[in-house]
């Protein structure tokens, strides 16, 4: 039997995991809210990934600089992919205003997240197993603030200004 990665196979005598396959990559590359969040949520835990990983790292320097150096990467990339993959807006949103309008709206989760750090310092300590829990709650929470905020107002399809007004 041929496989057919590229697309769904034809009719006829198909496997059930085929058809499950086919509709779910067709549903994950729809532009539905659903397909969105799917996405969403994918790209979150790939940037989430980077973010714990880079926290862990320089955590020897504090808790805070770690966190906002490991924001600052993840940020850049989660904007990058969401602009790209989750809202298909590469066409209609640029580099620059997807960091700065995105950006903007993920300094709130940085603010959030180094004030659960900083306040929850002597009951937290120095585990690290009991930051990255934090800082999985505070960051969940504020990812699906995040995502409707992306959703209506950074990638809708509303006109952004120009990089640089015409003369």
């Known amino acids: 039997m041929v496989v057919h ?8 005598r198909v496997r059930a995991w085929q058809v499950a396959a086919c509709g779910t990559r067709a549903r994950l590359h729809g532009e539905g809210a659903g397909a969105e969040f ?11 990934g980077v973010y714990f990983g880079l926290f862990v790292v320089l955590r020897g320097v504090g808790a805070v600089p770690a966190n906002v150096v490991a924001f600052v990467a993840s940020s850049v990339l989660a904007n990058e992919l969401h602009r790209r993959v989750t809202f ?21 989760g940085l603010v959030a997240t180094s004030v659960a750090l900083r306040g929850l310092d002597g009951v937290l300590g120095t585990a690290w197993w009991a930051q990255l829990l934090l800082l999985a709650a505070v960051t969940g929470a504020i990812g699906l603030v995040r995502f ?11 006109p952004h200004p120009p990089a640089v007004s015409p003369s």
Request: aromatic letters at 8%.
């Open 5 to 12: 990665l590229g697309a769904c196979p034809p009719a006829g």
């Open 88 to 108: 298909h807006a590469g066409g209609r949103v640029g580099w620059l205003a997807a960091q700065g309008e995105a950006g903007g709206l993920a300094l709130a």
């Open 38 to 48: 799917a996405r969403f949520v994918g790209v979150g835990v790939t940037s989430s």
């Open 148 to 158: 409707a905020a992306l959703r209506r107002w950074v990638f809708s399809g509303h």
